[in-house]
Protein backbone atom coordinates (compact mmCIF):
# COMPACT_ATOMS: atom_id res chain seq x y z
CA UNK A 1 0.00 0.00 0.00
CA UNK A 2 0.87 3.07 -1.13
CA UNK A 3 2.17 5.45 2.35
CA UNK A 4 0.40 8.85 2.65
CA UNK A 5 2.11 11.91 4.21
CA UNK A 6 1.14 13.18 7.25
CA UNK A 7 0.14 16.36 5.33
CA UNK A 8 -2.18 14.65 3.45
CA UNK A 9 -3.22 12.32 5.28
CA UNK A 10 -4.43 14.58 8.38
CA UNK A 11 -5.59 17.00 5.69
CA UNK A 12 -9.07 19.13 7.47
CA UNK A 13 -12.41 17.49 6.57
CA UNK A 14 -14.55 19.93 7.90
CA UNK A 15 -14.10 23.70 8.80
CA UNK A 16 -14.17 22.66 12.34
CA UNK A 17 -10.65 21.27 11.54
CA UNK A 18 -8.95 23.63 10.22
CA UNK A 19 -6.26 25.42 12.36
CA UNK A 20 -5.50 28.56 13.36
CA UNK A 21 -8.25 29.90 10.75
CA UNK A 22 -11.53 30.41 12.61
CA UNK A 23 -12.34 33.71 11.46
CA UNK A 24 -12.21 32.84 8.07
CA UNK A 25 -13.81 29.46 8.68
CA UNK A 26 -16.54 30.58 10.42
CA UNK A 27 -17.77 33.43 7.69
CA UNK A 28 -17.35 31.03 4.81
CA UNK A 29 -19.07 28.25 6.55
CA UNK A 30 -21.89 30.60 7.30
CA UNK A 31 -21.73 32.27 4.13
CA UNK A 32 -22.76 28.84 1.96
CA UNK A 33 -25.15 27.98 4.46
CA UNK A 34 -27.28 31.19 4.16
CA UNK A 35 -26.62 31.05 0.15
CA UNK A 36 -24.93 33.71 -0.05
CA UNK A 37 -21.55 32.99 -1.70
CA UNK A 38 -19.55 35.09 -3.64
CA UNK A 39 -18.61 34.72 -7.69
CA UNK A 40 -15.27 34.88 -6.21
CA UNK A 41 -12.51 34.62 -3.66
CA UNK A 42 -9.19 35.24 -3.49
CA UNK A 43 -6.65 33.68 -0.33
CA UNK A 44 -3.91 35.70 0.78
CA UNK A 45 -1.26 34.18 3.68
CA UNK A 46 1.77 32.49 3.62
CA UNK A 47 2.54 28.88 3.01
CA UNK A 48 0.85 26.23 4.27
CA UNK A 49 -1.85 27.85 6.72
CA UNK A 50 -5.15 26.42 5.14
CA UNK A 51 -5.63 28.28 1.85
CA UNK A 52 -5.64 25.70 -0.88
CA UNK A 53 -7.44 23.19 1.88
CA UNK A 54 -10.56 25.43 2.68
CA UNK A 55 -11.03 26.39 -1.27
CA UNK A 56 -11.18 22.10 -1.37
CA UNK A 57 -13.71 22.34 1.70
CA UNK A 58 -16.11 25.32 -0.27
CA UNK A 59 -15.70 23.23 -3.47
CA UNK A 60 -16.73 19.84 -1.29
CA UNK A 61 -19.63 21.65 0.82
CA UNK A 62 -21.03 23.47 -2.57
CA UNK A 63 -21.31 20.20 -4.38
CA UNK A 64 -21.66 17.77 -1.13
CA UNK A 65 -25.21 15.69 -1.88
CA UNK A 66 -25.85 15.75 2.09
CA UNK A 67 -24.22 19.09 3.40
CA UNK A 68 -24.77 19.97 6.93
CA UNK A 69 -24.44 23.29 8.78
CA UNK A 70 -21.16 22.42 9.91
CA UNK A 71 -19.85 21.05 6.62
CA UNK A 72 -19.65 18.36 3.94
CA UNK A 73 -20.99 14.82 4.76
CA UNK A 74 -17.63 13.40 3.21
CA UNK A 75 -19.09 9.93 2.54
CA UNK A 76 -21.10 10.95 -0.73
CA UNK A 77 -20.13 10.68 -4.17
CA UNK A 78 -18.97 13.80 -4.47
CA UNK A 79 -17.40 14.40 -1.44
CA UNK A 80 -14.88 11.35 -2.38
CA UNK A 81 -13.94 12.82 -5.52
CA UNK A 82 -13.39 15.85 -4.58
CA UNK A 83 -11.10 14.58 -2.11
CA UNK A 84 -9.16 11.88 -4.43
CA UNK A 85 -8.48 15.17 -7.01
CA UNK A 86 -10.72 12.98 -9.70
CA UNK A 87 -13.80 15.31 -10.08
CA UNK A 88 -14.84 16.70 -13.20
CA UNK A 89 -16.66 19.98 -11.65
CA UNK A 90 -13.67 20.75 -9.31
CA UNK A 91 -10.45 22.24 -11.67
CA UNK A 92 -7.07 23.06 -9.41
CA UNK A 93 -5.27 25.01 -11.46
CA UNK A 94 -1.37 26.02 -10.76
CA UNK A 95 -1.25 29.45 -11.77
CA UNK A 96 2.72 29.01 -12.09
CA UNK A 97 2.63 26.90 -15.33
CA UNK A 98 -0.81 28.04 -16.43
CA UNK A 99 0.29 31.53 -16.56
CA UNK A 100 -0.53 32.86 -20.22
CA UNK A 101 -3.63 34.51 -22.05
CA UNK A 102 -4.11 31.09 -24.16
CA UNK A 103 -4.81 28.96 -20.90
CA UNK A 104 -6.76 31.80 -20.21
CA UNK A 105 -8.82 31.72 -22.72
CA UNK A 106 -9.40 27.94 -22.79
CA UNK A 107 -10.73 28.51 -19.02
CA UNK A 108 -13.37 30.95 -20.38
CA UNK A 109 -14.89 28.38 -23.15
CA UNK A 110 -15.03 26.11 -20.96
CA UNK A 111 -17.13 27.99 -17.94
CA UNK A 112 -19.70 27.73 -20.11
CA UNK A 113 -20.13 24.18 -19.53
CA UNK A 114 -22.25 22.66 -16.67
CA UNK A 115 -21.07 20.69 -14.17
CA UNK A 116 -21.57 17.01 -14.77
CA UNK A 117 -22.57 15.77 -10.91
CA UNK A 118 -22.78 18.80 -8.39
CA UNK A 119 -24.58 21.63 -8.74
CA UNK A 120 -21.41 23.78 -9.48
CA UNK A 121 -17.99 24.17 -11.17
CA UNK A 122 -15.20 25.32 -9.31
CA UNK A 123 -12.25 26.90 -10.18
CA UNK A 124 -9.17 26.95 -7.64
CA UNK A 125 -5.64 29.01 -8.66
CA UNK A 126 -3.10 28.66 -6.94
CA UNK A 127 -0.63 30.89 -7.01
CA UNK A 128 -2.64 33.28 -9.03
CA UNK A 129 -0.20 36.37 -8.56
CA UNK A 130 1.85 34.42 -11.40
CA UNK A 131 -0.57 35.05 -13.78
CA UNK A 132 0.88 37.95 -16.51
CA UNK A 133 -1.07 40.88 -16.78
CA UNK A 134 -2.89 39.95 -20.11
CA UNK A 135 -4.15 36.67 -18.57
CA UNK A 136 -5.34 38.65 -15.58
CA UNK A 137 -7.06 40.79 -17.68
CA UNK A 138 -8.35 38.43 -19.99
CA UNK A 139 -10.09 36.98 -16.57
CA UNK A 140 -11.73 40.35 -15.75
CA UNK A 141 -14.93 39.94 -17.54
CA UNK A 142 -15.63 36.30 -16.77
CA UNK A 143 -14.83 36.72 -13.00
CA UNK A 144 -17.22 40.00 -12.66
CA UNK A 145 -20.26 38.78 -14.54
CA UNK A 146 -19.69 34.40 -14.35
CA UNK A 147 -22.34 31.98 -15.34
CA UNK A 148 -24.48 31.26 -12.11
CA UNK A 149 -22.78 27.42 -12.21
CA UNK A 150 -19.51 28.77 -11.29
CA UNK A 151 -17.28 30.31 -8.66
CA UNK A 152 -13.91 30.92 -8.67
CA UNK A 153 -11.32 30.87 -5.54
CA UNK A 154 -7.90 31.93 -6.09
CA UNK A 155 -4.84 31.98 -3.54
CA UNK A 156 -1.61 33.61 -3.23
CA UNK A 157 1.21 33.90 -1.29
CA UNK A 158 1.94 37.32 -2.58
CA UNK A 159 -0.82 39.37 -2.95
CA UNK A 160 0.65 42.41 -3.42
CA UNK A 161 1.17 41.10 -7.27
CA UNK A 162 -2.34 40.40 -7.71
CA UNK A 163 -3.83 43.28 -9.72
CA UNK A 164 -6.19 45.60 -8.14
CA UNK A 165 -8.60 44.77 -10.56
CA UNK A 166 -8.62 41.39 -9.67
CA UNK A 167 -8.66 42.08 -5.91
CA UNK A 168 -12.00 44.31 -6.70
CA UNK A 169 -13.84 41.73 -8.13
CA UNK A 170 -13.44 39.05 -5.07
CA UNK A 171 -14.07 38.72 -1.49
CA UNK A 172 -10.21 38.60 0.05
CA UNK A 173 -9.70 37.05 3.25
CA UNK A 174 -6.48 37.06 4.51
CA UNK A 175 -4.78 33.67 6.40
CA UNK A 176 -2.46 34.33 9.23
CA UNK A 177 0.32 32.56 10.42
CA UNK A 178 -0.84 29.39 12.87
CA UNK A 179 0.80 29.91 16.53
CA UNK A 180 3.83 27.71 17.34
CA UNK A 181 1.19 26.64 20.37
CA UNK A 182 -1.61 25.31 18.65
CA UNK A 183 0.87 23.85 15.95
CA UNK A 184 1.69 22.35 19.01
CA UNK A 185 -1.12 20.92 20.46
CA UNK A 186 -2.04 19.63 16.76
CA UNK A 187 1.55 17.44 16.52
CA UNK A 188 0.84 16.14 19.72
CA UNK A 189 -3.03 14.54 18.93
CA UNK A 190 -1.14 12.90 15.63
CA UNK A 191 1.52 11.88 17.10
CA UNK A 192 -0.86 10.00 19.71
CA UNK A 193 -3.28 9.10 16.98
CA UNK A 194 0.02 7.49 14.74
CA UNK A 195 1.60 5.71 18.17
CA UNK A 196 4.71 8.11 17.62
CA UNK A 197 6.53 8.86 21.19
CA UNK A 198 7.53 12.22 20.73
CA UNK A 199 8.84 14.37 23.78
CA UNK A 200 7.46 17.77 24.51
CA UNK A 201 10.50 19.83 23.81
CA UNK A 202 10.74 18.22 20.66
CA UNK A 203 7.57 19.10 19.62
CA UNK A 204 7.64 22.61 20.51
CA UNK A 205 11.04 22.45 18.81
CA UNK A 206 9.24 21.69 15.91
CA UNK A 207 6.62 23.93 16.35
CA UNK A 208 8.76 26.91 16.47
CA UNK A 209 10.75 25.47 13.67
CA UNK A 210 7.55 25.80 10.95
CA UNK A 211 7.57 29.45 11.52
CA UNK A 212 3.65 29.80 11.62
CA UNK A 213 3.13 26.73 8.50
CA UNK A 214 1.42 23.76 10.06
CA UNK A 215 1.83 21.77 6.52
CA UNK A 216 6.00 22.45 7.30
CA UNK A 217 5.64 20.89 10.65
CA UNK A 218 4.27 17.59 9.97
CA UNK A 219 6.63 17.36 6.92
CA UNK A 220 9.47 17.40 10.10
CA UNK A 221 7.69 15.44 11.89
CA UNK A 222 7.19 12.70 8.88
CA UNK A 223 11.39 12.79 8.74
CA UNK A 224 11.59 12.76 12.37
CA UNK A 225 9.92 9.28 12.06
CA UNK A 226 12.22 8.03 9.55
CA UNK A 227 15.38 9.38 12.17
CA UNK A 228 14.15 8.13 15.32
CA UNK A 229 12.11 5.59 14.69
CA UNK A 230 9.38 6.64 16.55
CA UNK A 231 10.37 7.80 19.16
CA UNK A 232 11.79 11.04 18.84
CA UNK A 233 14.04 13.64 21.45
CA UNK A 234 14.91 17.10 21.58
CA UNK A 235 18.25 16.45 20.60
CA UNK A 236 17.58 14.49 17.47
CA UNK A 237 15.00 17.44 16.32
CA UNK A 238 18.43 19.88 16.79
CA UNK A 239 20.90 17.46 15.15
CA UNK A 240 18.28 16.79 12.06
CA UNK A 241 16.67 20.21 11.41
CA UNK A 242 20.74 21.76 12.51
CA UNK A 243 19.08 24.34 15.10
CA UNK A 244 21.30 25.47 18.50
CA UNK A 245 20.87 23.18 21.49
CA UNK A 246 18.72 25.55 23.53
CA UNK A 247 21.48 25.00 26.45
CA UNK A 248 23.75 27.05 24.04
CA UNK A 249 21.61 29.89 23.76
CA UNK A 250 21.22 29.87 27.47
CA UNK A 251 24.46 29.81 28.18
CA UNK A 252 25.77 32.24 25.64
CA UNK A 253 22.59 34.86 27.20
CA UNK A 254 23.87 34.39 30.70
CA UNK A 255 27.17 34.63 29.65
CA UNK A 256 26.11 38.09 28.15
CA UNK A 257 24.76 38.98 31.68
CA UNK A 258 27.40 38.31 33.69
CA UNK A 259 30.04 40.08 31.61
CA UNK A 260 32.23 37.13 30.87
CA UNK A 261 33.73 38.01 27.25
CA UNK A 262 35.47 34.39 27.63
CA UNK A 263 32.95 32.13 27.94
CA UNK A 264 31.10 33.93 25.61
CA UNK A 265 33.97 34.06 23.19
CA UNK A 266 34.72 29.89 23.69
CA UNK A 267 30.60 29.49 22.79
CA UNK A 268 30.50 31.55 19.77
CA UNK A 269 33.64 29.53 18.21
CA UNK A 270 32.46 26.59 19.32
CA UNK A 271 28.91 26.95 17.64
CA UNK A 272 30.37 28.72 14.45
CA UNK A 273 32.79 25.99 13.94
CA UNK A 274 30.34 23.32 14.55
CA UNK A 275 28.49 24.48 11.36
CA UNK A 276 25.96 27.20 13.27
CA UNK A 277 25.76 30.23 10.65
CA UNK A 278 25.92 33.81 12.74
CA UNK A 279 23.04 35.22 11.34
CA UNK A 280 21.20 32.28 12.73
CA UNK A 281 22.78 32.80 15.92
CA UNK A 282 21.90 36.05 16.47
CA UNK A 283 18.30 36.05 15.24
CA UNK A 284 18.38 32.56 18.38
CA UNK A 285 19.94 35.27 20.63
CA UNK A 286 17.38 38.30 19.59
CA UNK A 287 14.63 35.67 20.03
CA UNK A 288 15.66 34.83 23.85
CA UNK A 289 15.91 38.67 24.69
CA UNK A 290 12.60 39.02 23.05
CA UNK A 291 11.09 36.72 25.44
CA UNK A 292 12.53 38.18 28.04
CA UNK A 293 11.55 41.86 27.13
CA UNK A 294 7.88 40.20 26.86
CA UNK A 295 7.63 38.80 30.15
CA UNK A 296 9.45 41.68 31.88
CA UNK A 297 6.78 43.80 30.47
CA UNK A 298 3.50 41.76 30.48
CA UNK A 299 4.57 39.05 33.13
CA UNK A 300 2.97 36.07 30.81
CA UNK A 301 4.29 34.40 27.78
CA UNK A 302 2.71 35.18 24.31
CA UNK A 303 0.85 32.38 22.38
CA UNK A 304 3.76 32.20 20.09
CA UNK A 305 6.80 31.43 22.54
CA UNK A 306 5.30 28.19 23.18
CA UNK A 307 7.65 27.98 26.46
CA UNK A 308 7.64 24.69 27.59
CA UNK A 309 7.61 24.69 31.97
CA UNK A 310 11.19 24.19 31.99
CA UNK A 311 12.35 26.91 30.02
CA UNK A 312 9.63 29.45 30.78
CA UNK A 313 10.99 29.35 34.42
CA UNK A 314 14.40 29.48 33.54
CA UNK A 315 13.42 32.83 31.55
CA UNK A 316 11.77 34.01 34.78
CA UNK A 317 15.01 33.36 36.81
CA UNK A 318 17.25 35.43 33.86
CA UNK A 319 14.59 38.38 33.75
CA UNK A 320 15.31 39.45 37.05
CA UNK A 321 19.15 39.79 36.56
CA UNK A 322 18.02 42.54 34.13
CA UNK A 323 16.17 45.95 33.65
CA UNK A 324 14.46 46.47 31.30
CA UNK A 325 16.28 49.05 30.50
CA UNK A 326 19.38 46.69 29.73
CA UNK A 327 17.25 44.19 27.96
CA UNK A 328 15.78 46.89 25.18
CA UNK A 329 19.82 48.05 25.32
CA UNK A 330 20.78 44.04 24.03
CA UNK A 331 18.10 43.77 21.53
CA UNK A 332 18.74 46.99 20.07
CA UNK A 333 22.53 46.11 19.38
CA UNK A 334 22.11 42.82 18.41
CA UNK A 335 19.29 44.05 16.06
CA UNK A 336 22.42 46.47 14.37
CA UNK A 337 24.84 43.56 14.37
CA UNK A 338 22.09 41.45 12.36
CA UNK A 339 21.86 44.45 9.87
CA UNK A 340 25.33 45.03 9.58
CA UNK A 341 26.08 41.01 9.52
CA UNK A 342 23.96 40.77 6.07
CA UNK A 343 25.78 43.41 4.32
CA UNK A 344 29.46 41.92 4.34
CA UNK A 345 30.52 38.51 4.20
CA UNK A 346 32.55 38.14 7.08
CA UNK A 347 29.34 38.03 9.19
CA UNK A 348 31.02 36.38 12.71
CA UNK A 349 32.50 40.26 13.35
CA UNK A 350 29.99 42.36 14.10
CA UNK A 351 28.05 39.51 16.19
CA UNK A 352 31.80 39.00 18.12
CA UNK A 353 31.74 43.12 18.48
CA UNK A 354 28.20 43.62 19.38
CA UNK A 355 28.79 40.69 22.10
CA UNK A 356 31.96 42.14 23.75
CA UNK A 357 30.35 45.46 24.20
CA UNK A 358 27.24 44.33 25.88
CA UNK A 359 29.18 41.90 28.04
CA UNK A 360 31.04 45.55 28.96
CA UNK A 361 27.78 47.41 28.90
CA UNK A 362 28.66 48.11 32.61
CA UNK A 363 31.62 49.83 32.03
CA UNK A 364 29.51 52.28 29.46
CA UNK A 365 28.26 55.11 31.30
CA UNK A 366 24.31 55.99 31.16
CA UNK A 367 23.48 59.67 30.21
CA UNK A 368 22.61 59.40 34.23
CA UNK A 369 25.57 58.97 35.06
CA UNK A 370 27.77 61.30 32.52
CA UNK A 371 25.19 64.28 34.67
CA UNK A 372 26.58 62.96 37.90
CA UNK A 373 30.04 62.96 37.21
CA UNK A 374 29.96 66.21 35.70
CA UNK A 375 28.26 67.83 38.57
CA UNK A 376 30.58 66.44 40.75
CA UNK A 377 33.60 68.11 38.96
CA UNK A 378 31.57 70.87 38.66
CA UNK A 379 31.96 71.66 34.97
CA UNK A 380 29.23 72.00 32.50
CA UNK A 381 27.20 69.18 31.81
CA UNK A 382 25.71 70.06 28.72
CA UNK A 383 26.94 70.82 25.29
CA UNK A 384 24.18 73.91 25.78
CA UNK A 385 25.96 74.85 28.88
CA UNK A 386 29.37 75.58 27.11
CA UNK A 387 27.53 76.88 24.02
CA UNK A 388 26.39 79.67 27.09
CA UNK A 389 28.38 82.77 26.01
CA UNK A 390 28.08 85.82 28.26
CA UNK A 391 26.91 88.88 26.67
CA UNK A 392 30.02 91.06 27.59
CA UNK A 393 32.18 88.18 25.57
CA UNK A 394 33.85 87.70 28.64
CA UNK A 395 35.21 84.25 29.75
CA UNK A 396 33.68 82.77 33.30
CA UNK A 397 35.22 80.46 35.58
CA UNK A 398 33.18 78.15 36.90
CA UNK A 399 35.64 78.22 40.24
CA UNK A 400 35.74 82.09 40.52
CA UNK A 401 33.99 83.14 42.97
CA UNK A 402 32.42 86.43 41.09
CA UNK A 403 30.86 88.05 44.33
CA UNK A 404 31.22 91.71 43.87
CA UNK A 405 33.29 93.01 46.00
CA UNK A 406 31.65 94.65 49.19
CA UNK A 407 28.60 93.52 47.41
CA UNK A 408 25.49 90.62 49.30
CA UNK A 409 26.80 87.49 49.26
CA UNK A 410 24.16 86.04 47.11
CA UNK A 411 24.40 88.65 44.42
CA UNK A 412 25.13 86.95 41.13
CA UNK A 413 26.75 89.20 38.12
CA UNK A 414 24.78 90.17 35.11
CA UNK A 415 26.33 88.36 33.11
CA UNK A 416 25.65 84.61 34.07
CA UNK A 417 23.33 83.14 31.72
CA UNK A 418 20.57 80.54 33.66
CA UNK A 419 21.42 78.07 30.85
CA UNK A 420 25.43 78.42 30.90
CA UNK A 421 24.45 77.74 35.17
CA UNK A 422 28.11 78.26 36.22
CA UNK A 423 29.97 81.18 37.69
CA UNK A 424 26.76 82.20 40.31
CA UNK A 425 27.01 81.93 43.53
CA UNK A 426 24.38 80.68 46.01
CA UNK A 427 23.65 82.68 49.32
CA UNK A 428 24.43 79.50 51.51
CA UNK A 429 27.54 78.12 50.12
CA UNK A 430 25.34 74.94 49.77
CA UNK A 431 26.42 74.08 46.21
CA UNK A 432 23.17 74.86 44.88
CA UNK A 433 24.57 76.64 41.74
CA UNK A 434 26.31 72.97 40.91
CA UNK A 435 23.01 71.57 40.77
CA UNK A 436 21.28 73.97 38.68
CA UNK A 437 21.83 72.26 35.77
CA UNK A 438 19.85 69.42 36.91
CA UNK A 439 17.12 71.66 37.68
CA UNK A 440 17.04 72.99 34.38
CA UNK A 441 17.10 69.50 32.53
CA UNK A 442 14.14 68.77 34.59
CA UNK A 443 12.30 71.79 33.58
CA UNK A 444 12.77 71.07 30.05
CA UNK A 445 11.93 67.25 29.73
CA UNK A 446 8.65 68.76 32.17
CA UNK A 447 7.74 71.67 29.83
CA UNK A 448 10.46 72.94 26.61
CA UNK A 449 8.62 76.63 26.68
CA UNK A 450 9.04 77.26 30.67
CA UNK A 451 12.94 75.81 29.90
CA UNK A 452 13.14 78.27 26.95
CA UNK A 453 11.81 81.49 28.25
CA UNK A 454 13.96 80.53 31.13
CA UNK A 455 17.32 79.76 29.50
CA UNK A 456 16.46 83.53 27.88
CA UNK A 457 17.43 85.13 31.63
CA UNK A 458 20.83 85.92 33.53
CA UNK A 459 20.63 84.43 37.25
CA UNK A 460 20.65 87.54 39.64
CA UNK A 461 20.53 85.66 42.90
CA UNK A 462 20.51 81.94 44.43
CA UNK A 463 19.34 80.74 48.04
CA UNK A 464 16.99 79.24 49.62
CA UNK A 465 14.90 82.27 50.28
CA UNK A 466 14.77 83.47 47.11
CA UNK A 467 15.77 83.04 43.19
CA UNK A 468 15.84 86.07 41.07
CA UNK A 469 15.74 86.13 37.50
CA UNK A 470 16.46 88.88 34.92
CA UNK A 471 15.50 89.76 31.69
CA UNK A 472 16.51 92.61 29.57
CA UNK A 473 14.16 94.74 27.88
CA UNK A 474 13.85 93.02 24.60
CA UNK A 475 13.34 89.69 26.34
CA UNK A 476 10.28 90.81 28.38
CA UNK A 477 7.88 88.95 27.10
CA UNK A 478 9.57 85.52 28.38
CA UNK A 479 9.34 87.28 32.35
CA UNK A 480 5.53 87.20 31.10
CA UNK A 481 5.28 83.49 30.42
CA UNK A 482 7.31 82.73 33.66
CA UNK A 483 4.94 84.65 35.60
CA UNK A 484 2.66 82.57 34.50
CA UNK A 485 0.71 79.92 37.76
CA UNK A 486 1.86 77.19 35.84
CA UNK A 487 5.15 78.02 35.09
CA UNK A 488 6.02 79.09 38.48
CA UNK A 489 4.80 75.32 39.60
CA UNK A 490 7.10 73.50 37.37
CA UNK A 491 9.95 75.95 38.70
CA UNK A 492 9.28 75.41 42.23
CA UNK A 493 8.51 71.56 41.53
CA UNK A 494 12.25 71.15 39.83
CA UNK A 495 13.82 73.36 43.24
CA UNK A 496 12.07 71.69 45.76
CA UNK A 497 12.61 68.05 44.64
CA UNK A 498 16.15 68.56 43.29
CA UNK A 499 17.84 71.65 45.46
CA UNK A 500 15.36 70.71 48.32
CA UNK A 501 14.53 74.43 48.92
CA UNK A 502 11.27 76.66 48.28
CA UNK A 503 12.44 79.87 47.60
CA UNK A 504 10.16 82.97 46.94
CA UNK A 505 10.60 83.13 42.51
CA UNK A 506 11.23 87.27 41.26
CA UNK A 507 11.54 87.60 37.54
CA UNK A 508 12.55 91.16 36.71
CA UNK A 509 12.98 93.28 33.97
CA UNK A 510 16.59 95.24 33.85
CA UNK A 511 17.64 97.89 32.21
CA UNK A 512 21.31 97.53 32.83
CA UNK A 513 20.94 93.74 31.10
CA UNK A 514 19.97 95.42 27.83
CA UNK A 515 18.22 95.58 24.73
CA UNK A 516 17.19 97.17 21.40
CA UNK A 517 19.54 99.59 20.64
CA UNK A 518 21.83 99.31 23.79
CA UNK A 519 25.16 99.85 23.94
CA UNK A 520 25.42 101.19 19.90
CA UNK A 521 28.61 103.23 20.47
CA UNK A 522 30.46 99.89 21.89
CA UNK A 523 33.94 99.55 20.82
CA UNK A 524 34.38 97.84 17.45
CA UNK A 525 38.06 96.18 18.86
CA UNK A 526 35.48 95.03 21.58
CA UNK A 527 33.28 93.35 19.46
CA UNK A 528 36.00 91.68 17.23
CA UNK A 529 37.55 90.09 20.36
CA UNK A 530 33.80 88.84 21.24
CA UNK A 531 33.79 87.31 17.87
CA UNK A 532 36.82 85.87 18.09
CA UNK A 533 36.39 84.34 21.32
CA UNK A 534 32.93 83.09 20.33
CA UNK A 535 34.36 81.23 16.84
CA UNK A 536 35.87 78.03 18.97
CA UNK A 537 32.11 77.79 20.65
CA UNK A 538 30.75 78.27 17.29
CA UNK A 539 32.82 75.76 14.91
CA UNK A 540 33.00 72.89 17.88
CA UNK A 541 28.43 73.39 17.65
CA UNK A 542 28.93 72.98 14.08
CA UNK A 543 31.37 69.93 13.90
CA UNK A 544 29.21 68.54 16.80
CA UNK A 545 26.21 69.10 14.76
CA UNK A 546 26.63 69.36 11.36
CA UNK A 547 24.80 72.66 10.81
CA UNK A 548 26.27 75.94 9.42
CA UNK A 549 26.02 79.66 10.20
CA UNK A 550 23.07 81.54 8.75
CA UNK A 551 22.98 84.40 10.53
CA UNK A 552 25.81 86.70 12.11
CA UNK A 553 24.27 87.94 16.18
CA UNK A 554 27.62 89.30 17.28
CA UNK A 555 26.29 92.43 16.92
CA UNK A 556 23.12 91.22 19.03
CA UNK A 557 25.26 89.52 21.37
CA UNK A 558 26.91 91.63 23.59
Same mark, same amino acid.
Given at each position: MTYKVLAQKYRPDSFDDVVGQEAVTRTIKNSIVRSRVANAYIFCGPRGVGKTTVARLIAKMLNCERPTKDGPCNKCAACA?????? /? $?????????????? =????TLRENVKFLPTRGKFKVYIIDEVHMLTAEAFNALLKTLEEPPPHVKFIFATTEAHKVLPTIM?????? @???????? !??? *???? =?? /???????? =??????????SADGSLRDALVVLDQMVSFSEKKISAPDVVDLLGMIHNDS???????????? %??? %???? !??ELISGGKDPV??????????RDLMILKTAGVPT $? @???LSEDEAAELNKEK *????????????????????????? $???RAPLEIALVRLAKRGEILSLADIMGRLEEKSIPHSFQAEMAIPQSGRDISPKKDTRTPGGPAGHVPENVNVAGLFGAHDADGSGNIVRWGSVM?? %????? $?????? !??????????????? %????? =??????????????????QEALSGILGISPKLEFKVLEFLGGPGKDKGADPEKKSKTREAMKPVIDKAMDIFGGEVVRDISEEVR
Open positions: ETARGS /S $MDVLEIDGASNRGI =DEIRSRCQRF @DFRKIQPA !LIF *ERLK =DI /SKKEKIDI =DEKAALLIARIFGLADALIRGD %IKH %IAGT !LDFIANSLISHF $M @DMA *EKLSLEEILYILQNLSSALVLMKGT $MFTNY %IKNKK $MSVYTS !LSEGKLMDLGPSAVV %IGFGQ =DKAFHKDILDAENSRKII
